[in-house]
């Protein structure tokens, strides 16, 4: 009889080769302790990445996985998940490598609806080529290819989920394991592709870029955190609150141990409309939000696909390759 499984069973024999202090380190450990946690044998779980620093991730964790090419992750997923759908697909990206090169694929994974796990570690950089300003880079970041300050408006990878349509879109960040593991399960539990965008801190290029936001002594004022069918409050007493006011979030004070006029979370609302506003929320002007924005049912790809080639089947048979092949126009090329 196997034994069950352990954080160990998931640590391989690779040198982790990450700088030290990365916040990619916090993140391998809630996922090597997250996995023993999910009930899949290691040998039905997979972790296919892209290229950059946290592209690295399929060499650490000792189960199946691909190391592939800039940006293509999503695409190899997909191949794999229409072929062999009963496995545990996990994506690892960056915010350089999953919104720049690799944004059109990324995108279309979430519109189809593939089972997948996304996990898109956003540090604001460029790391592996050495800190240049990359898609969610802050307006006026001073980098090595923006020396006199970016202009670009910067994505917002949540409301880029939202927008392709994704099913379940949650945020996380690399100070809090807790957090991280069980956001992490819950887009395990979720059937279809599941988007998680985690705060990750670069020690070499931009350190502390989310130290306002996520830091010890700050965080309760600037962090709220989302629990469906539960008010949105935040705050060292929780005096603080969040309300829908002519579509858009206001913040509001509360009176101790009062609630009232704090906006109640939903992820489970049809449209996307209210986790776009939440997604939206930048500090200082609001807090951010920590968890599940959305967490809806869809059509899977996998299944659909599966479905019309089931009618196909019935309706014109199994099919041949090679009639297939010589049907229609030949020619030989002498």
């Not at 796990?117 to 290819?145: A, C, E, H, M, W």
């Not at 990750?200 to 130290?211: G, L």
């Not at 979370?265 to 002007?285: F, V, W």
């Not at 869809?298 to 099919?319: C, F, H, K, S």
Request: proline letters at 6%; charged letters at 20%; glycine letters at 10%.
């Amino acid at each position: 009889m196997s034994h069950p499984l352990t954080k160990k069973d998931f640590v391989s024999d690779q040198e982790v080769k990450w700088c030290p202090g990365c916040g990619d380190y916090a993140i391998l450990a809630a996922i090597q302790k997250t996995m023993p946690e999910l009930g899949v044998p290691k040998e039905d779980i997979v972790f296919i990445s892209g290229i950059g620093c946290s592209s690295r991730f399929p060499y650490y964790m000792n189960t199946y996985g691909f190391h592939t090419i800039h940006g293509r992750a999503p695409a190899l997923a997909t191949g794999l998940a229409i072929s062999r759908p009963e496995l545990s697909i996990w994506v690892v990206t960056g915010d350089g490598d999953g919104l720049s090169i690799g944004g059109n694929h990324l995108i279309h994974a979430m519109r189809r609806n593939l089972n997948l796990n996304i996990l898109l570690f956003n540090n604001q950089t460029y790391g592996l080529t050495k800190g240049q300003y990359s898609p969610t880079s802050r307006k006026k970041t001073v980098s090595k290819s923006t020396p006199f300050g970016s202009i670009d408006e910067p994505f917002n990878p949540v409301q880029v989920a939202l927008g392709a349509g994704a099913t379940f879109v949650a945020r996380t960040y690399d100070k809090d394991q807790k957090h991280m593991s069980e956001v992490f399960r819950r887009a395990h539990e979720h059937r279809g592709c599941s988007f998680v965008e985690i705060y990750q801190n670069c020690v070499i290029f931009n350190d502390a870029v989310f130290e306002g936001t996520i830091g010890k002594d700050v965080r309760s004022d600037n962090v709220v955190y989302l629990e469906n069918g539960k008010p949105l409050v935040y705050g060292k007493t929780g005096h603080r609150g969040l309300a829908v006011e002519d579509f858009e979030m206001k913040t509001l004070d509360l009176p101790e141990g009062e609630t009232t006029g704090a906006f109640v979370h939903r992820e489970d609302i049809p449209s996307p409309a209210y986790a776009t506003m939440l997604g939206s929320l930048r500090n200082p002007e609001f807090p951010e939000p920590m968890g599940v924005f959305r967490a809806v049912e869809g059509p899977v790809y996998e299944d659909e696909l599966e479905r019309q080639n089931q009618e196909i089947i019935a309706t014109r048979g199994e099919g041949d390759l090679e009639t297939l092949l010589a049907s229609g126009d030949t020619w030989v090329i002498g």
